[in-house]
Each structure stands twice: as C-alpha cells, then as structure tokens.
C-alpha cells in the first residue's frame, strides 16, 4: 500500500533483526554470552550512542551532518562533572550542560543554515575548537573525583533483567521523538527539508529555520549524553567522546537513515545505536581485542553506504527503464493516463 | 508605468513598478501588471525577459528592489513566502518540486496547518470534482512529469488558491496531457480563479487566455484583451526590432547516392523500439515527434549513455552498437544534449574551457602542457563563426545568456571533429535572435558535408532545416518525409500518431 512507509518499516525491521542474528550467532559461537546480565549489558551499554544518534539523525535526515557531537559530549562532561565535583547542585550543572548543547547549535545552524557552509567542514572545525576548549578548561587534567551518589544512579536497574533505568529513559525519548517527527506537522518538515529543500520552500517550510532547529536538537541530544557519559562512566578524560561521531553516523546509516537526507527514522538511528555499540562485547566474547572495534565501525560505515548508494542507483535506473519500456509496450492502447 | 492606478477592489492581483537587479544586471525595470478574478493572464517573452524572476517576486521567493505587490488590495511585504501563500498566491514551477520520498498524498498535504483527516477529504472531493485520478499512496518518484504537475496543482487548489501562476507547464507534457491541463484551466477560470500563464507556445495562448502581456527588457511592451491580437501581432511584438528573418530554403542538395554516414538498423533500446533510419553526408535529418515519444532516449543510446536492447547502428560503415561513449565520440559522433544545464556546460568555467573540454586528450593540444595558443585559436574561431556574444574567451560561461551558451556547447561538440552530430532541441528556450544564429550555424554545418541529426519537437524548426525528416510516435518510427512533404501538418499528424497505421 503505502511504498514509503512499508520501505521504512522495513529499514528499521532489517536493522533489528540484523542485531538478533548478530546476537544469536555470537551466542552459538560462544553461549556464555547468552546470560541475561551479559545481553542487557549490550543495552545499557549503548545509552549514550543511542541519544547522540537520535541527535545525530535530525542533521542526516535535514540532508545535512554534524560530526562536533563527540566533542560536544565531551565538552559539556568535562564542565558538568568538574561542576559537580565542586558541589554546585545537580539541576544548576546539568542546565548549564544543556546551555552547552544549545550554543553548540546555534553556532553550527548558523554556519551551516545560515550561512551555508558545507556541514561536513564547519561542524568539524567546531569539534575541533570544542576538543581544544576542553584542553583549555581542564588544563588537561582528568575529571575523576565525581561523587558516587552520582555515579550510582546509572547503575540502578529493573530487577531480573538488569536493564538500566537509563536505557528505559533513553528508548522512551526515541519513542517520544519518534511519535513527534512522524505525527506532527513541524516534524514532518525534518524530513521534508532533506528531501527537496526547495520544494519545502515553496510550499511556505523555511528550510533555513528547520535545519537551524535540527542542528541544536542534535548538539542538545550529545550535551544529555554528556552528562549520562559522567555519570555511567564516573571519569571524564581530554579524550572523552572522541571518535563517537563515527558511531553515531554508522548507527544511523545502519538503521536506514539515507546520507542523502530524506529518509529514515529515529527509531531504527537507537536500533542501529544498539548494535554498534554492542560490537565492542561481542568481540570480546568472540575471543577478539576491542582493538579492532574502530576498523569494524568503520567498516560497516563503508559497506553499508556503498550499498545503500548502488541499491539508489539501481533502483532509479530500474524505475526509468520500466517507465520507458513502457511507453513502446506492443499492446498498448492509447495510453490509460489520467482522465 | 503608466496606469500605475492604486489597487482597484477587483484586481486580484496588483504589480506596481517593479525594480529588481542582480547585482549590475537589471532584470526588471518598472515591471506593472493586474490581474482580474476569472482571467487567463499569458506572458510570453523571450528568455532573459524577467518572467521568472517576476514570478519569483509575486510568490516572495526573491526580494525586489523597489514597487509594490498588491494582492487582493493588501500589500505584500517583500520576500515572505507565507504571506504570498496564505493571501491565495500559488505558483506551480516549470520543474516540479515535489517531495520525491514521500506519497501523492503527503506531498500534497505537507504544510497545512488544518487537520489532515479533513484534508484528505478535500483532496478527494477535489479531484472527484476535476475528474483527475491519481493514486495518492504512490510515491512521488515514481510519477511522470505531467502526473507531477497534477500534483502541484492540487496543492495550489488545496490551498484555495486565488492567483495561480503557471510557468511553462506544457513544455514537458504530451498533447492528450496538454489538453486535460487545459480543460482544468477552464474550469478554474469558471470559478474565478485568475491565473497568470506563462508560455512560449503562441498557440496555446489563443486557445486559453483571456488577456495576453508581451514581456522585453525587463517590463511589459504590450498588454491587451486577446480578442484584440493576431498570432502575427504577437511574433511581431516579440522580436527585437533588428532580427532580419530569413526565407526559407525549399531545395536539398544532398547527394543521395553516398554511402549514408549513420545507419540504424532496427535498433530497440529503453522508450523506443525497431528504429531503421539512414543518415546522409551533408544532410539534415530531422526527427519530429512529441516530448517523451522516445528520441532522446534514442540519441543517447546512439551515443552510449544506455543500454542496446537490440538491432545494429554504423557510423560509415563501421559497427558502433552499445560502444562506450568516449569511443563513439572518437568514432566520429557527437551529442549536443536537450538539457544543456545537466549535461552540456562546466558553468563555472571559462569558454575556451568548455570548448576544448572535448578534445583535452588529443595530441595536438599538447602532449604534457596543453598548447594554449591552439586552445585560443580554437576558441576565437568558434567565437567569430558562431557571433558568440562574450566579454573575453576567459569570461564564464555560466554568465552568458542561455542562446551564447548554446552556441558554445554546439562549439564544444564541433571541436572534436564529428561526421555526425546529434542535435537534441538545440533552440530550447533561447531568444528569437540567437534561435537564427543557432539555424545558420546548422545550416553551415551540413553546407560543409557534416550530417545531422535534428531532433526537436518545434515543428516550424524541423520545417526550416531539414532535407529530410522522420516523425517518431510512441517509441516508433512511423513516417517519413521527403523535403517536398514536410509541413506543419504533416509532422504534426505523424507525431500524434494519426497517420501511418491506423491507430485511433
């Protein structure tokens, strides 16, 4: 019935049974691994990538990307954890963590929206600021000292099975932006704009505000993960957050966002958030170093969107052939067309 | 300028003196027009005139620089999209511009701000009520273009749209879409919808408009009641006041005893099928026939852009069939492409650029460095032969108007030394006056023994040029013309598919 909607479905649906298969196959190879705690720890362990990836999809889906929110997760744990240390109470630190996030935002919308700078350029020029500024502030000292209280909440679960109150937060907030990108007016221009964003115009959608708006969701999203991070974590180093813009891009890639903007859906950014990040245990329980979790990142990335983009190619070569062919049909009558 | 009257209570739409440049380049200079309920405004113009640009304005895509936008008596501020919409102002783009992941049907429905069940209601009662079928869980990429254009007009009757502003909607429509466009633009008329139509057909502006507005340089020249023009009066308010027209050649000199230089032998491939044509050296042939009957399709096939279905095609002599297309350039043919934004221009380039793009690897340009002073030559002979109006060989060659660019692809293909060239619409939406420079350089082309192949859906081109012509219908070839038989009704009849087996 409705193609697109059952593509989508379908996007997210191989997603996940990809992380079923992926898990049963590591189960036969070693079955240890199929105990409760060790399944549920490939869930909690995934909340941060989960939030900057459902971020990270509004930037994809708007047809652009912003690679500053490993950075940006960074910057706002070194601040929210040091503030922390120092006694202020939490509700003040984790405002002035989301300040972060906002200001982050702003400044990538307007270079990207406003001024039109390519996304992929500037965002990594801030990450680049962003990563000195936390030099700046942390004198390059580690942020260890963060209060247990603190700390202990991350480990807080539902009894049996063991899955983080946390990751419970993190899938309600992907649900609930879900229901609001797909049932709501405004949230239906997120995608609209990445699809034709001079269509988008046209029809009175100011593509420029969107794309503002998506870029502060996302930097937003990565500065609650910082604070999840200094929390789960319990130390916040110069290094924190480094490289999760590449996790974050291959969740959503791998949960059937389109590069090309468009396309693809929160849901399947948290599916694909879950898998990558599920990757550095199945190794281990598949005997190998977490060495090579960075090369497998990297690996699905490049498979994945080489893939994606010949099946695009593809099936638009395969659209116009059977419109042609069409037209010279043998049989044809005066074509049935439209009244 | 001169009526610049306040808005009248039943003008529409209202356009006073309107100014606008682009940095020195003056497009609109005291551009003034209204329009009634219940009028078919048609603007025609020739390229560079300032209609898009004044369409732009209405719909607050662009900011002007001075005047005043009146819609129903309410003045618009300058460049609010939403304000135009939400006055009644919609505006349906030459080329659509849909949402190509999304359905019909959101397509249409996306930013609203009413419910979307009572929408949808609208939506099929609307079309009901034009008689229009569309299937609206069909997503928006797999639609043709006049299925694409149905779609923008129903937004724009969605919206309860007052003005709707038409730019070229035929240009990519066949005739039975044309007809069942125009039966929409009458009803809409009926019901007191104005609508300012902008086209380069005469025809049809006889056969839909109320009013007619000739645009040049930037403002109107003249604008009346329709009842008031002859076809004539129209051409002759069109042309710059210096083209001389020129009489058209009813001879052929082609030696037909040749060996032909291009042959195709039953050639089928993706939109046409079981092609056989000969082409002669020195002769132009054209190839008449509506949009989408195939014969792009066919020309870039020829020309490797996509897969042989089947059937053989020589170029003197030699086998050619499904070569990549750098080795059937090298063979001796080349392609000027319909879409010359796409596929014809490096825009951002200079014009001796873009002319010697094509022959870069041959060895008389250089072995290592390219030899500059044989670059330049190259391009002042082209510049001088083909009356390219340009600043400097270095000038861009985004910068020029649309006809100087056309010049400089046909160049550009020419510098590779053809037997044959394809010529897909060479005169497709360029002004009068560079439409005879392009004729007089097609003219001289074959006059020094090179074939060609015209492909163009201008009726009166194919008349002017060619020795020859052939009409393709529905991916066929169905008749064939002698230089005595070409005539408008000839060709027009062949392309619809009248003549030839009986098909209606």
Redesign the interface.
Known sequence: ????RTLLKKREMTSFFFLILLFAVVGCINPAFLAVSNIAACFNSSVVFVIISVGMAFTIMVGEIDVSVGSCLGMTAVVVGSMICNGASWAVAFAVGILIGIIVGCINGFGVAIMKAPSLIFTLGVNGILRGLMFIYTNGADVNNIPKSFKDISAKALPGIKITYYFIAALILTIIIHLLLTKT?KG??V??VG??A?????????PVKTKFLSYIICAVMASIAGILFCSRIGIVTTSSGNGYEMTAVAACVLGGISLTG??GSVIGSAIGAVIMSSISYLLVFMGFSSNYNDAITGSILIVIVVVDSVMQIRS?LK???E???A??RDD?V?EG??? | MENNNKPGADNLLQVCDIYKSFGDNAVLKGMTLSLKAGEVLSLIGGNGAGKSTLMKII?G?YTHDSGKVYVDGKEMTAGK??EA??SGVY?V?QEP???????VE?NIL????RPQAELHKELVDTMKSI????EL???A??L?I??QQ?VELL?GLLRHAKILILDEPTSALTF??VE?LF?VIKDLKAQGIGIIYITHRLDEVFEISTDVGIMRDGRITLMGKIEEFTKAALVKGLLPDTTDQQEVVSKTDVDYTKAPVLELQNFSG????DISLKVYPGEILGVAGVV???RT?MAQTIFGMDKVLGGKVYLDGQDITGLSTQKVMKAGLNYVSEDRHADGIFKISSVAYNITSGILGESFMGKVFLDTKKEKELTQQYIDDFRIKVTGQDQELGSLSGGNQQKVVIGHALATGPKLIILDEPTRGIDAGARTDVYNIIKGLSKKGLAVLLISSDMEEIIELSDRAVTIH???LNCEFARSEINQENLTSASFGVVGKE??
């Open positions: 019935m409705n193609s697109l007016r239906r221009y995608k609209a699809d034709n001079d269509g988008a115009k046209l029809v009175g959608i100011d468009g396309v638009r659209l116009r052939h419109r042609l062919q037209r010279t044809m005066t067309e439209n009244a | 719909m895509i999209t939403t919409l939400s505006m783009p511009l849909l949402f190509p992941n999304m359905s959101e996306i930013g609203f701000t008689g229009w079928n569309l869980n069909r997503k990429n797999t043709s006049a299925e149905l937004r039975k879409e069942s039966k993706y939109g046409f099928k989408g009957a195939g399709e529905q991916g066929r098909k209606e």
